[in-house]
């Protein structure tokens, strides 16, 4: 069992969510509040010693001991309770900064083996549980050096009730670890139901609009239902063991005190001990009584966190071959030269890209075309670095792509989607996330030729945008998300048919502003659309992840039959 708890906290201080300077104030006012409470017991025996013994100066002189020992504890109580609170604050945010940072090294199909639901409920409930792991902790070596003098302290006075003590203390600890084990089974099982849940509740939500119409509403709620059902039975299996280890167990020790006090009124009676004796014996043993719930109440907290360390480790530790890589090149002055040499890249045992090259020039427009799944999107995701190519080699700036710090690349290569996700923030939060200053959002919007609708809004700038920004049109949200990548000055930027849902007046526009950002950047899209095929300074035609032609839409058109049947 010791074992067990041991490989809880040394798993969680491997998470790397801890500070030095805390954790020593933490340990060092734990141990304080301890040896503070068991002089506490000492004093008041003396007080009664002495006052049975009517030496009445004495007495008093042990009553003002015994408050100062009182004061000394509250004080340490105190101490300890801001230590907690300082480390604990810290280990929250240190892991919830983790976790993220975590998330945006993983590839697009990280959710195949942990779902949003797991990686959300993780970052809020297990990191709020799991970061008073600590105080827990050093709470329960303070509590076991507590109750090992107290039984030192008891066998001196008596050998037969240290023994007594120590025995009942042993079966305790092991009736105690036996229900936990069991309890903390059955709660991972009810923790994994209840990501299924909120999982189900999310695409509830995410669907609402295909559940109405086609009515999948009671379906719905049979495969809650279901989920419902798994929760409540291993919910019921926990408490039974939860309740055996908190009702039941403790009654061991509570037998064992009255043993004890009967073996001890009988020595008194017998003028063995004295009653002062009597009330150090009641005072350590209630201390190793108190000491021995605190010591469950630790134990038991850091035995429900196994789940949480283990589902943040999970997270924290996620590894595949396409993970992200960063480098250590942070040169930040990018022309936008991009050359894609013999790239080949395998997903899931499919070659979707093979032995593919080609180069683009700074400030220059280029479309990507092909049919659906020829392995447009590939280029794209192997540029942003959310997959790593199995072969050949990627250069911005005849760099290797996985040479540039993260911060770097990050910045100097951004994406508009077809689909672009707007935070449940204003207008402005929304831009403050990539540049906080005004004046460049203004002219990020103007250039994105959205500024004069935001000022047409009522609350201009500070207009709240609900949930993916519902509350406005298609075309304006991709507006905003263009002027939110501008703002982040990337030299090369990626537009992933951005256009295929926009209205005619508004793809005008759009294109209008490729045209004027092609003077400063260098522009890749992804296009079905032979309007913007036109306006490119060369085309790449991709068929089966391999390049089937490039040029320009005259060249194209007069010599390529992949790029003609596009056409038709």
Request: charged share 25%; glycine share 4%.
């Amino acid at each position: 069992m010791i074992k067990r708890y041991y490989l809880i906290i040394k798993k969680f201080f491997l998470l790397g969510a801890n500070n030095k300077k805390l954790l020593f104030h933490l340990a060092f006012s734990s141990f304080l509040r301890s040896a503070s409470l068991l002089l506490i017991p000492l004093s008041a025996s003396k007080i009664i010693k002495y006052a049975t013994m009517n030496d009445f100066k004495t007495t008093i002189i042990y009553i003002v001991v015994f408050l100062f020992y009182s004061l000394i504890y509250v004080f340490c109580h105190h101490y300890n309770y801001a230590s907690y609170e300082k480390n604990s604050i810290f280990t929250h945010n240190k892991l919830q900064q983790l976790i993220l940072n975590k998330v945006t090294l993983f590839d697009e199909n990280f959710t195949k083996n942990m779902s949003t639901s797991f990686i959300t409920n993780t970052a809020f409930k297990d990191v709020g549980e799991i970061m008073q792991i600590p105080d827990k902790t050093f709470d329960i070596i303070a509590h076991s050096i507590s109750i090992l003098i107290a039984l030192i302290i008891l066998s001196t006075v008596n050998i037969y009730i240290g023994l007594i003590s120590l025995i009942l203390n042993i079966f305790y600890i092991y009736l105690l670890g036996k229900n936990m084990k069991k309890r903390d089974y059955y709660l991972m099982g009810q923790r994994k139901h209840q990501d299924d849940i909120s999982g189900l509740i999310g695409q509830v939500l995410d669907g609402n609009k295909e559940i109405k119409s086609f009515n999948m509403k009671s379906d719905l709620m049979k495969y809650l239902e279901d989920d419902k059902k798994l929760w409540r039975k291993d919910y019921l299996k926990k408490r039974k063991y939860n309740d055996i280890a908190k009702v039941l167990v403790p009654t061991v020790l509570g037998f064992g005190k009255i043993f004890i006090y009967f073996i001890l009124i009988t020595l008194i009676l017998q003028g063995k001990y004295e009653v002062a004796t009597l009330i150090l014996v009641i005072g350590y043993y209630e201390n190793i009584e108190s000491d021995f719930e605190s010591l469950y109440e630790e134990l038991d907290g850091i035995s429900s966190y196994e789940i949480g360390v283990n589902r943040i480790y999970k997270i924290l530790n996620y590894k595949t071959k396409n993970m992200l890589s960063f480098g250590n090149l942070d040169n930040d002055d990018i022309k936008g030269k991009i050359e894609f040499k013999k790239v080949s890249f395998t997903y899931e045992k499919q070659t979707v890209m093979k032995n593919m090259s080609f180069k683009i020039k700074p400030n220059s427009f280029i479309a990507i075309v092909g049919k659906s799944g020829s392995g447009k999107s590939t280029i794209f995701r192997l540029l942003l670095r959310l997959y790593k190519a199995n072969k050949g080699k990627i250069y911005l700036d005849d760099e290797d792509i996985y040479n540039y710090t993260k911060e770097v690349y990050s910045s100097n290569v951004s994406i508009v989607t077809q689909k672009p996700f707007i935070f449940d923030m204003t207008i402005r939060e929304n831009l403050n996330l990539v540049d906080s200053n005004h004046e460049n959002q203004i002219k990020a919007c103007k250039k994105a030729g959205i500024h004069d609708y935001i000022m047409s809004l009522k609350d201009g700038y500070s207009t709240k945008l609900v949930s993916d920004a519902e509350n406005i049109s298609t075309g304006e949200k991709q507006l905003i998300a263009l002027a939110r990548t501008l703002l982040s000055k990337a030299e090369v930027l990626l537009f992933d048919e951005v256009t295929s849902s926009l209205d005619i007046n508004t793809s005008k526009k759009v294109i209008g502003i490729l045209k004027e950002l092609k003077k400063d950047h260098t522009i890749l899209m992804i296009t079905h659309k032979p309007d913007l095929m036109r306006q490119a300074d060369k085309i790449l035609v991709i068929d089966h992840g391999r390049l089937v032609g490039e040029g320009t839409h005259k060249e194209l058109i007069e010599n390529n039959k992949y790029y003609q049947d596009l056409q038709k």
